[in-house]
């Protein structure tokens, strides 16, 4: 069975915090961020969650960083900083971010908040075939119980449906996985028929390794939300975590052990259902991702139970139809996390801190 002979493998999303080391100034009036020297910095207003946002852009208008400070919740730390590093970086040397920031501002690491791994690849007859095989269910990937798919239609004498994008994992998942198309995604055709880049530096990654945009590349991603809650051999991901030599081998590590696929053979022992090869993985080690041990804070976890059945009663229709209901249950379901200390259980299982989930709860309500 033929594997590709040409896998790129590359960082596709890098969002961390920081604490801000705050001057006895800032105490009282709040944190001031510093332009470093040949970048511009310009603030762009507030978002649900942080009451200061900014860009890092160079003097050609390229994105750096997202930075974000000053949160709304109790929950994060007040002098956090959320950064988020821009697309185009990643796909080049991000290495010198660190030392960026500490031009904007001093700080202490705090965590690795989101970090997306891919490798992309032009299929083999095989891969195809296990794609389709996925779409239609003739194949599935192991211990995976949500998803979604999306798929075109192709005109011809029959209409097929060819899939496009295939994902593993519910929202609230902190360790998802994606398949899909990545030529249809990042190449559009105008009304003239002009084909056109909206990411060129991913197309010119692909020419580099020697990947042809004029065909159908895929893309197989794992993100990993909440990075820092996992160890990896033993050590918490972090930012060295971040540097080619350390991720790849983690991706293939992830793929190896969490993204099995089986063909489905009906048998009651889905041990029995035939492993599906579909990219190539290094022989040597596999290590599994794994939750950090906890770290000796206190928590109720008695209380898990009682804010899993305030959720859902805060689902109900009936409750979310009347505010007089609804809102009284926020609160004491508020009241229940911060007593527990079970804020970051919350956030592990809604994929956001109660601040945010209260924040959109409330403006659903009619």
């Known amino acids: ?183 249809k995604e990042i190449f559009e055709i105008d009304a003239n028929g002009r084909r056109w880049c909206i990411k060129p530096y991913i197309a010119a990654a692909w020419r580099d390794a020697g990947l042809n945009d004029q065909f159908d590349i895929w893309r197989l991603e794992v993100s990993i939300t909440g990075a820092s809650s996992f160890q990896w051999y033993g050590a918490r991901l972090d930012w060295d975590t971040t540097r080619p030599e350390i991720y790849m081998p983690l991706y293939y590590d992830l793929v190896q052990s969490r993204f099995v696929i089986r063909k489905n053979e009906g048998h009651t022992n889905k041990r029995y259902d035939k492993v599906i090869p579909f990219l190539e993985t290094p022989a040597d080690g596999l290590e599994r991702l794994r939750k950090m041990p906890p770290t000796g804070e206190r928590h109720i976890h008695e209380l898990a139970g009682t804010i899993r059945a305030l959720v859902k009663e805060l689902d109900k229709p009936e409750v979310q139809a009347s505010k007089s209901t609804a809102l009284p249950l926020l609160a004491t379901l508020g009241t229940i996390i911060d007593a527990s200390k079970l804020q970051g259980y919350f956030s592990r299982t809604m994929d956001k801190t109660f601040d945010q989930w209260k924040i959109d709860y409330i403006n659903s309500l009619p």
């Open 1 to 183: 069975m033929p594997l590709p002979t040409i896998q790129l493998t590359n960082c596709d999303w890098l969002s961390f915090s920081v604490l801000m080391i705050p001057t006895e100034r800032e105490r009282l009036q709040g944190f001031t961020l510093t332009q470093p020297q040949g970048y511009i910095l310009r603030e762009y207003g507030n978002t649900n969650i942080y009451a200061h946002r900014a860009m890092l852009h160079t003097p050609d208008g390229e994105k750096v960083l997202t930075l974000l400070w000053q949160p709304y919740s109790k929950v994060l730390h007040p002098d956090s900083l959320y950064v988020e590093v821009a697309n185009k970086l990643l796909y080049y040397d991000y290495s010198h971010v660190l030392g960026l920031l500490k031009q904007i501002h001093p700080y202490q690491w705090q965590s690795l908040s989101r970090f997306d791994i891919c490798t992309d690849f032009l299929p083999t007859d095989h891969q195809r075939q296990t794609i389709q095989w996925l779409a239609s269910g003739k194949a599935y990937v192991q211990g995976k119980r949500e998803g979604s798919q999306f798929h075109d239609y192709k005109q011809g004498q029959q209409v097929d449906k060819v899939p496009r994008c295939m994902s593993w994992g519910s929202p609230y998942t902190a360790v998802k996985f994606k398949l899909y198309n990545k030529t």
